[in-house]
């Protein structure tokens, strides 16, 4: 990799939207990301954007992973979807030994994906675990290299073990895809192309120095801001630009066909029509203002990392509202444009139908769960986040 300080990460992504596009019908169609897509991802090493630059990653800044996956998702969500998982995914780099993390993400076409913690059981054995489990959500699976299972410690009686904090004690067992079952359960409404299938081992052997756990200090090896920042808190900082991306182009599109297109009932084309235009300019200012506001809160929050001190609780409170309100205020952008683009908007050869299923999808997650606002409105009153991560 050349400086990795220089590489403009958003511009690479850019240069790439054509050919995600033209491989839309087929990533839908395959369940994955193209083989040719994929390649070309690899040779624009996005998948390597937040690895440590001591072994030659891209250690890049929030902002910009927020923008390149925003410049993915505005031709094709499932893509964007998978390089940010698989970036999200890259931060376990910052937790094991330069060794491990070679080894995993030393090979061009390495990809780790992993699901949410599930019933999943490691045993600690001499030298390691013996790991028995089936996860869920495993984005980016079918063009994976690595699988990480997210685990419960427990002894052979399957008893949880408790950590210093009394709180279960949990690991990441990191393996090779090859080392698992996968289950193809990936028939869904949207983000069809990300092949979340489930997968699962049974009595694998994983070496100790190939676990690790989220945001654990006692696991850290690299010392840079970036690892600073929780891992769901990335996510969310990606998944934001993400759903910001795709409504950006709904909108885009719709100007477009406004332009020619006639409503029922209606004399003139839906562009010279007052209500459309009302409506138009109110979901142009949802967009822009939601985005500035979680341009500004990722730039704050990142000033607070890097100053040494970790962020206040105001600081996170607000970058946590940024997050989940530009996703939801890109949701209802996108409700806007379904309904207003009428028929246009049910037949799958226009690709509003794709987006529409794919934000919705998106919103699903739990990044942008309206749960997420208790939290920070008890901060932004003067409280203490109770039982609530911000």
């Known amino acids: 990799m050349s400086d990795s300080k220089n590489i403009d990460w958003l511009a690479r992504a850019e240069g790439l939207q054509e050919m995600i596009a033209d491989a839309v019908d087929e990533t839908e169609a395959q369940g994955k990301v193209t083989s040719e897509v994929m390649d070309a991802l690899h040779d624009a090493e996005l998948f390597r ?13 929030p902002i910009v992973l ?3 996956i925003e410049a993915i998702a505005k031709v094709d969500a499932s893509t964007a ?3 940010g998982q698989g970036t999200g995914c890259t931060w376990g780099s910052a937790y094991v030994a330069h060794e491990v993390c070679k080894d995993i993400f030393g090979p061009r076409d390495a990809v780790l994906a992993w699901g949410p913690p599930a019933k999943a059981t490691a045993v600690p054995v001499e030298g390691g675990y013996k790991v028995t489990g089936e996860w869920r959500f495993g ?4 063009n994976a290299t690595w699988l990480g299972g997210h685990s419960r410690v427990c002894d052979v009686e399957g008893n949880h073990l408790q950590d210093e904090d009394g709180k279960p004690r949990m690991r990441t067992m990191l393996f090779p895809k090859s080392s698992a079952e996968t289950i193809d359960v990936w028939q869904v409404m949207g983000l069809k192309g990300t092949g979340s299938d489930n997968y699962k081992v049974t009595d694998l052997f994983i070496p100790e120095e190939y676990t690790t756990w989220r945001d654990s200090p006692s696991d850290r090896v690299e010392p840079g801001p970036l690892y600073n920042i929780p891992l769901l808190t990335s996510y969310g900082i990606m998944f934001s630009g993400l759903t910001l991306g795709i409504a950006r182009t709904m909108l885009e599109d719709f100007k477009k066909l406004a332009e020619t297109k006639v409503g029922g009932g209606m004399s003139t084309v839906l562009r010279e029509n007052a209500v459309i235009q009302s409506q138009v300019s109110q979901n142009e200012a949802k967009l822009r203002s939601s985005r500035a506001f979680l341009v500004e809160m990722i730039e704050e929050y990142w000033a607070a990392q890097c100053s040494g001190e970790p962020p206040s609780f105001d600081v996170r409170a607000r970058l946590r509202l940024a997050i989940t309100w530009s996703m939801n205020q890109a949701q209802e952008v996108a409700n806007f444009v379904f309904q207003a683009c009428g028929t246009n908007a049910i037949f799958e050869t226009n690709p509003f139908e794709r987006r529409f299923r794919d934000i919705h999808t998106v919103l699903a997650q739990g990044q942008s769960h309206l749960s997420n606002y208790e939290p920070v409105g008890e901060v932004l009153m003067g409280l203490l986040p109770s039982g609530h991560r911000v």
């Open 66 to 68: 927020m923008q390149t």
């Open 139 to 142: 984005s980016g699976s079918r």
């Open 49 to 61: 954007m937040a690895l440590p630059r001591s072994i030659g990653g891209g250690e890049a800044e």
């Open 81 to 83: 979807w998978c390089v």
